[in-house]
C-alpha cells in the first residue's frame, strides 16, 4: 500500500479476535497451496483468479477481502515478471521462465488476513532465482525482528539487510501494514529503516510485513489501468507477505505455509 495513506495509531486484538484471524488465515493459506499446481505456462491470470475465489468462497464465512476493495475488480492481485503488486487478473497468458505473484486477501467472519507468494512458472534463470530466495529470506528476517519492545524500524532494518547485501532493490513507495478489523489499518511496515526507530511493537498488533525487492532500480511506476504498479526499469520485482500477530511469545505467522 503507499506510503503516506495511513495515518498513526495502534488497533489491538484480543486472543479471540487474533484466533479468528488464524482461521481466516489457514484458509487463506489453503487457497496459496491450492491454487500453486495451476500456475503453468498457457494459464492466464484470470483463470487463476477465479480458482482463488472459488475456493476461498468454498470455505463457509470467509470470502475474498480484495474484490471491489477501492474498486479493484479481481479477487487476487497477480503480478507477472516487472509487475510489482496490484496487477489486474485477465487475459495475460504465463510462459516458462516468468514468475508471477499471487497476493491474497481474506475476510473471514469480519476479520482481514493478507499475504503473497511469487512463484516461478517452468524453469526460470539464476537471477530470478536468487531474487526469489532473497525476498523469502528477508521477510523471515522481519518476521523475526517483529517481537515486544523491538519497533517498526526493526523489522525495516532486518529486511534492508538481507535485500541489499544481496544486491537487490527495495522498493519504498509501498509498504507493510496494519491488518485486521480492516485490510489496511493504521500503521506503515516500511521495507527498510533503522532499528529502534518508529513505533513500538506491542502484543495485540498485527501486522502485513511484505517486502518488495526489484533486480534493477527501486524506483516504480504505475500504470494507465491506475493499478498495476510496474518497475520503473522493466527488470523483475518478486513478493512475499505474511499476515502476523505480535505475542508476549514473539511473531506469530498467521498466514503459514500449507
Not at 487463506?28 to 503453468?40: D, E, N, S, W
Not at 464465512?61 to 509487475?83: D, H, Q, R
Not at 524500524?153 to 534492508?160: F, H, L, T, V
Request: charged residues 20%; glycine residues 12%; hydrophobic residues 40%.
Amino acid at each position: 500500500m503507499p506510503i503516506g495513506s495511513l495515518t498513526s495509531g495502534l488497533q489491538l486484538k484480543s486472543a479471540r479476535e487474533i484466533e479468528t484471524m488464524a482461521r481466516g488465515g489457514a484458509i487463506l493459506a489453503a487457497t496459496h497451496a491450492h491454487v500453486k499446481p495451476f500456475v503453468r505456462a498457457g494459464v492466464t491470470t484470470g483463470e487463476l483468479d477465479t480458482i482463488v475465489e472459488d475456493f476461498i468462497r468454498s470455505h463457509a464465512g470467509a470470502e475474498p477481502a480484495f474484490k471491489g476493495l477501492y474498486g479493484f475488480p479481481g479477487s487476487a492481485c497477480i503480478s507477472v515478471n516487472e509487475e510489482v503488486v496490484h496487477g489486474i487478473p485477465g487475459p495475460r497468458a504465463l510462459h516458462d521462465g516468468d514468475i508471477v505473484t499471487i497476493d491474497i486477501g481474506v475476510k473471514f467472519e469480519g476479520m482481514f488476513t493478507d499475504a503473497a507468494i511469487t512463484h516461478p512458472v517452468g524453469e526460470i534463470d539464476e537471477v530470478t532465482k536468487r531474487l526469489l530466495e532473497v525476498t523469502e529470506r528477508s521477510l523471515a528476517a522481519g518476521i523475526e525482528a517483529a517481537v515486544p519492545d523491538n519497533h517498526v524500524g526493526d523489522i525495516g532494518a532486518a529486511i534492508q539487510g538481507v535485500v541489499e547485501t544481496a544486491g537487490f532493490a527495495i522498493v519504498r513507495e509501498l509498504v507493510g501494514h496494519g491488518v485486521g478489523f480492516a485490510l489496511h489499518e493504521e500503521i506503515q511496515i516500511p521495507n527498510y529503516g533503522k532499528p529502534k526507530r518508529g513505533k513500538k511493537l506491542v502484543p495485540g498488533l498485527t501486522i502485513a510485513i511484505e517486502p518488495m525487492v526489484n533486480v534493477g532500480t527501486a524506483k516504480t511506476r504505475t500504470l494507465a489501468d491506475k493499478w498495476t504498479v510496474v518497475t520503473l526499469d522493466g527488470k523483475r520485482s518478486a513478493h512475499f507477505e505474511h499476515t502476523i500477530a505480535i505475542t508476549e511469545d514473539g511473531p506469530r505467522i498467521l498466514t503459514p505455509r500449507q
